[in-house]
């Protein structure tokens, strides 16, 4: 027997009227949306719905900015449901595809938030986004409605090109970039994170978050599309929305209206784009944008990556763009991956070992780790050192500032002109004493600036006259894709390569893709050259290399 509604609104009715007609164009999480959330919550007894303000809000935004679609006002309406005068719904999360109108939708009713009509003083808000042009560009939203209307708007605000503020309630509407170091202490009413696909880490966003809590009414909007930063905090924003959307227990006070594709083989119906663009049936010219988009990737791969992710929210991994999927990456971290349980090594003493190491560049990054295997399961761990000398250092994507946290413990910075070869010698040294070592290898770059640092300590050089040798240079680094590559699939596929709880493993075999040349020769290649590094991933396609030679000894005794 369906629940009494306690709550009556005539836009949500409306939203969800349509939905009971056209159930086709909403994907899957905007359906556990309304039967596992907005249906419950109309139906409960202790929610006052602020219906009076709510009608002035349409009325403001709708005289001031532009008319409303549907779902917009459907979704304006949560905004105004409180629980003793607490929203019921703190944070609101807008996933949708890019050019649905995210800030047409959001910067009117923060506009109205900092008035008299809402009534709450001091109601401060702030824009946050990791660019200060994008933080700009939600500003200007609001701000050329102040400037075209500047002969009614001056009565009742203050403005200039970072700020407006209402002179009857002293609220503050600013944007900000997420330069987290200057901005504690802020009494936020409401916090707007814009493309919180972009942020690497949640340090900035913490810090903005903290500023909530001294002004009543306290909120967090997220709009966003989604991206190409995997592991980030909009990956875990949207597991723990799933879990939210499955099971309807929702004390963490989210409102998730995501808008996504629900499959791969939906994207070429464009009768089923609306799933991830809810604007597109008041829009015509996103429709013309997003078949223009459509029809290039089809011509151009190079472009569907972008594609699937900004215009269809589905992240999709071109094939020849990374190794494996991402999630294959997690399926190597985590034994459990739900519930980020990490994948171990059973230690056994003097168990074979082969190292490997990738050292590129003095001024870049150097990494050395160790392989074995288990059965059929081949296990790695790393070490990476990283130069903070090197132009691009704080321009590379990877969260540093995480450095000796949980999945962030195999790698050091050094502040220093260059990386000091004897670091990556040591680590190798290091793993003598626990590991019968079978070999050292690695590439011919800087190999023989390596090879005199472990000379120096008594570990010999293979060669045609010395097969015992420890180190072995690998000498056409471009035909190591093909020996390692179709065995680097299967172990990832079947599951059986543990790389443990590192997030700059993750990260670098995320940044590598494997190409084939025209002569049909494979080779591994950075997805970015500058800002996304794979040298952990390198290290361990040398050791990859030599896996023949992990075999357990084994006495045999004739009879």
């Not at 002293?170 to 707007?192: E, I, P, Y």
């Not at 015509?284 to 988009?293: F, G, K, Q, S, T």
């Not at 015992?468 to 894709?481: E, N």
Request: aromatic share 14%; glycine share 4%; proline share 4%.
């Amino acid at each position: 027997m369906m629940a009494m509604k306690m709550i009556c609104c005539k836009e949500i009715d409306d939203y969800l009227e349509y939905y009971h007609k056209a159930p086709n164009v909403f994907n899957n999480e905007r359906k556990l949306l309304i039967e596992n959330i907005v249906i419950p919550t109309l139906s409960r007894d202790d929610i006052f719905f602020d219906e009076s303000t709510y009608r002035k809000c349409i009325k403001f935004v709708e005289r001031w900015y532009y008319p409303l679609f549907p779902y917009q006002k459907f979704l304006y309406a949560f905004v105004f449901m409180y629980k003793d005068d607490v929203p019921v719904f703190r944070t609101f999360i807008i996933l949708e595809g890019r050019g649905n109108g995210k800030d047409g939708f959001i910067v009117p009713l923060l506009h109205f938030l900092t008035t008299q009509y809402y009534g709450v003083e001091n109601y401060n808000i702030d824009i946050v986004a990791t660019s200060e042009g994008q933080a700009n560009d939600t500003f200007d939203v609001a701000y050329s409605v102040l400037d075209k209307n500047e002969n009614i708007m001056k009565k009742y605000f203050y403005w200039n090109k970072e700020y407006f503020v209402n002179k009857i309630t002293r609220s503050r509407f600013r944007f900000n970039t997420s330069n987290a170091a200057t901005k504690d202490g802020k009494k936020s009413g409401l916090v707007l994170f814009n493309e919180y696909h972009a942020y690497l880490t949640d340090k900035n966003i913490k810090v903005y978050q903290g500023g909530l809590g001294k002004v009543k009414h306290g909120r967090i909007f997220i709009i966003t599309s989604n991206g190409d930063v995997r592991g980030g905090p909009l990956d875990e924003l949207l597991d723990s929305c799933t879990k939210i959307l499955q099971t309807g227990d929702n004390k963490l006070r989210y409102f998730p209206f995501l808008c996504k594709m629900d499959d791969l083989t939906e994207v070429d119906n464009p009768e089923l784009w609306e799933k991830a663009n809810p604007s597109l049936p008041y829009l015509p010219e996103l429709y013309d944008a997003i078949m223009i988009d459509y029809l290039e990737q089809k011509e151009r791969p190079s472009k569907r990556s972008e594609f699937l992710s900004k215009r269809m929210n589905i992240p999709q991994e071109r094939d020849d763009l990374v190794v494996t999927s991402w999630e294959n990456i997690l399926k190597a971290s985590y034994s459990d991956v739900k519930n980020k349980v990490p994948r171990l090594i059973v230690r056994k003493e003097k168990q074979p070992a082969i190292i490997g190491i990738d050292f590129a560049s003095l001024r870049d990054f150097a990494s050395v780790g160790i392989l074995t295997k288990d059965g059929n399961e081949f296990c790695w761990r790393q070490k990476t050192v990283i130069c903070s000398s090197n132009k691009f250092f704080k321009d590379i994507k990877f969260p540093f500032e995480n450095a000796g946290q949980k999945g962030f413990e195999d790698f050091v910075i050094v502040d220093t002109p260059s990386i000091d070869e004897k670091i990556i010698v040591n680590w190798a040294l290091s793993y003598f004493n626990d590991y019968d070592i079978k070999k050292i290898i690695l590439d011919n770059y800087r190999y023989q600036l390596i090879k005199k640092t472990f000379e120096e300590s008594n570990v010999s050089v293979e060669t045609k006259e010395n097969k015992d040798g420890l180190i072995r240079m690998i000498r056409y680094p471009a035909s190591i894709a093909a020996i390692v590559a179709p065995k680097l699939e299967v172990l990832f596929e079947r599951g059986q390569l543990n790389i443990g709880d590192s997030a700059i493993m993750r990260w670098s075999i995320n940044n590598t893709c494997l190409r084939t040349k025209k002569d049909g020769n494979m080779y591994f290649e950075k997805v970015e050259e500058k800002l996304r590094k794979n040298d952990p991933f390198m290290a361990m396609i040398c050791a990859l290399s030599g896996e023949e030679l992990l075999v357990e000894n084994i006495e045999y005794v004739y009879v």
